[in-house]
Structures are given as structure tokens and as C-alpha cells.
């Protein structure tokens, strides 16, 4: 096999770029060039991972950014999806369910999926253009909100697909915009999505496709019947923990002397969606509410947010970090916001989980839990101490979360490691570039 090109681009978010790290150690593994290109101020975490950085776009940060646009009038910035999209956006399954109807998809175009291309894209593109003329990389394999790889791979005519270690709400409104665009004509001039990739395509003397905006594939690390919208292409992958710069705590080196239990709220957020979290004041009762449970109750939690507290109760631990791969197969079960580090280590290790829901996909996550028994979810609005004590209590005491928890683990293994991986990447991208040489 010819020796390739790979270059990874992400958005600058430790929690995106660590579900790209194993596939790009196993690419390189196995022989091949890989850069990973990012925004100069992700530069370091790219390098700590031992991989090789590409800096694109300016030194701005993007939060500097986002607080730029937004006192420049820009466009509104959803806060939260609003709960008339809860049932038809999260709803698992793609082939029987209620597609969203128009103004729900328009709400979600202009508030939070365009908003979001300009912001983390737009500055981007031009520099990674650049490089890949450079470079002529053989595949680009972008982070899902990050549309710029895209471009960057249709102008050198590399392979190109999108990394989901997540539910793709994208492609699934994507998917339901094309279809309430065939059923009305009158919709045809409004597509703020392709205005987009079309206005860059045509920059570097390209024409818009509908391959820019869903990828020539996918590799999905979600097993197959648990995936919102799959691509017709996807590529399976196993999910493998990757936590960044770790080291195992001392009180990890003997088994718990209690069922151990992790709480935390993940390591990043997307800045221009100002989700919803557990305060500080909800963690304060649920500790207060847990605190005569015969458990070691592990939390990550930052200094600032630790010194708030009141009360820190005997049986619970705080830590800054400690990485979840370490952790989670001493646990008896684990408390989260739905973020995808969390819930597919959950998922790998075999551990029962309680979402309490912060990410944007949580809802849907809270159907696979409840469809496969591998645990439970409460949303912000009945997150109280003892709905937090109840469903923990039956996490530890129920068997049922367990084989649950089990169960959704074998689909999980059942899928390629990342080594085993290379090789349908490897064929799928010599198949992709064999088309754009005789097209």
C-alpha cells in the first residue's frame, strides 16, 4: 500500500481532538505522514499527544473571537436547543420517525449550525488551503464542526470524511433540510449552509457538491444501531480512551474500599452555545444527598468551583483530574454531562451511567440508555439532591444496569480497533482518489 497523507483538522477543544488520537498513532503506526492542523492556540495539545501540529487561521482566540463578533451585532447565538425540538431532533432511528418541520429547521440553520461555520471556519480556511497545496495530503479526516478540512481536501483532491464519536445532529438536520427543500420548491433559494461551502469552493475554483458539506464518508466510533443519522458510506471504529498527559493517582494503586463512583462534567465546551450545566449549587445538594451512601465518590472539579463549596462530605474525593480510562474500570458507575469522552468510555469499560444532561446530543444519549438498561439520565429541570441519590442508589443496586451497561459494551468491542482500522481507510481513500483522477 502506498505510504499516505493524513491530515486530522480539528476545532480547538482537548475534548474533540482526543477521540482523533488513537486513529492518527495507528496511522502512523502503520507508516504513514500525519499532521493535525488546528488554531494556533491548540498548538500545544496537539504536540502533547506526540503529534505533529499544523497552525491555521490567526492568533485570535476563538473565544477572543466570538466575544469580537458578538459585540459587532452578530447573528443571535442559541443558548440551549428549545424543548418543541426535543422529541423530532433526538429521536433514534432515521427511517421512521417524524422529520423536523421547517421552522424548526430554519430556528436551527440560523441560530446555532451557521453561526457556528462563520465563527470556528471562516478564518481557517485560507491557511489550510495553503498548506494542503503544500502538503497534498492523500486524506483529510475532519472534526464535525469543523467544515474548513472539507474545502481544503476538495481543492488538492484529497479523500475527505467526517469523525463521529458522537450523535450527528448535523447530518441529521442536514438530511431533514433536503427533504423539506424537495417537498417545497420555494426553499430552494434558501440553503445558508451550501451559500456557505459554495462561496469558499468557488474562491479556489471549485464547484459546491453536496460531498463538501456531509463528507465523501464517515468513520463513526457509535455502534451501528445506536448512530441518529448514519452517512450511506460509514466506516466503524472502535472507540479507545484517550485522556491527554495522565498519571495514575496513588489512591488508584488498591481496589476501593466502597463501590467507587466518578462525577464529572467533561473538559471542554463549544464557546457559542452557552449550554446549561450543573451549578455549584446543585453539585452542593447532591453531595449533601449522597453523603451517607457507603461509596467512594470521586469528583473532577476545578479549584475555583471546589472553594465554593460548603461542604465536602467524608465519602467523597475531589480532584482537578484524573484521566477516565485510569478510573472508570474501578468504578461501580459514573455520573456525567453526555459528553462523548464520558459516555463512550462508559460505553468501552462496561459501566453504568447517569447523565445529568449539559451536552448538546445528551437527550438522544438518554435514548440509547434507556433502550439498552446501561442507565439512567436526568435533565437539568428534575436535577435535585434525592432524584440524584435515587438513581445512583439503583445504579449500585439494580443488576439489570449492569447487563445493561454490559451488553452495550460488546457492540462497542464488536467494532475494529483503530489498528485493525487503517487498512478500510487505506482502501476507501485509494477508491476516493482513483474517482477524482478519472473524473
Known sequence: MKRLRVLFVTG????????MVPLAWALQSAGHEVRVA?????????????????????????QQRLLRVRGESAPTMAPEVPPFLTDTLYEMGYEERDRLPWEQIAWLLDTVVVPGMWLVNDEMVDDLVTFCRAWEPDLVLCDVIVHAGAVAADVVGA??????????????IR?????????NPALEGRDLVRDWYEGWATKFGREFSEELVTGQFAVNVMPERWRLEPHERTLSMRYIPYNGRSVVPS????????????????????????????SVEHLQE??????????????TLPAEERDQLRRIPHNTRIVEF?????????????????????????????IPQLIVEGSVDAVAKRGVLRETGAGLSLALSELTGPRVRECLTRLIEEDGFREGAERLRQEGLAQPAPTEFVAALEEITAEFRSRRADG
Not at 491548540?42 to 506526540?50: K, L, R
Not at 479523500?159 to 441529521?172: K, P, Q, S
Not at 481496589?255 to 450545566?277: E, H, L, Y
Not at 472508570?328 to 463512550?344: D, Q, R, S
Open 12 to 19: 480547538p477543544w482537548n475534548s474533540h481532538l482526543y477521540q
Open 38 to 62: 488546528s488554531e494556533p492556540e491548540f498548538v500545544d495539545s496537539i504536540t502533547e499527544a506526540g503529534l505533529t501540529a499544523v497552525s491555521v487561521g490567526p492568533d485570535e482566540t476563538l
Open 159 to 172: 479523500a475527505h470524511a467526517r469523525m463521529v464519536c458522537w450523535l450527528d445532529l448535523f447530518l441529521r
Open 175 to 183: 438530511h431533514d433540510f433536503l427533504r423539506a427543500q424537495q417537498e
Open 251 to 278: 489512591w488508584l494503586y488498591g481496589p476501593p474500599r466502597a463501590p467507587r463512583v466518578v462525577m464529572t462534567f467533561g473538559i471542554s465546551k463549544v464557546p457559542w452555545i452557552d449550554m446549561p450545566g450543573m
Open 286 to 299: 447532591a453531595l449533601d444527598a449522597v453523603a451517607d451512601l457507603d461509596i467512594e465518590l470521586i469528583i
Open 322 to 350: 484524573v484521566p477516565l480510562n485510569v478510573v472508570l474500570p474501578t468504578c461501580t458507575a459514573v455520573i456525567h454531562h453526555g459528553g462523548a469522552g464520558c459516555f463512550n468510555g462508559a460505553m468501552v469499560h462496561g
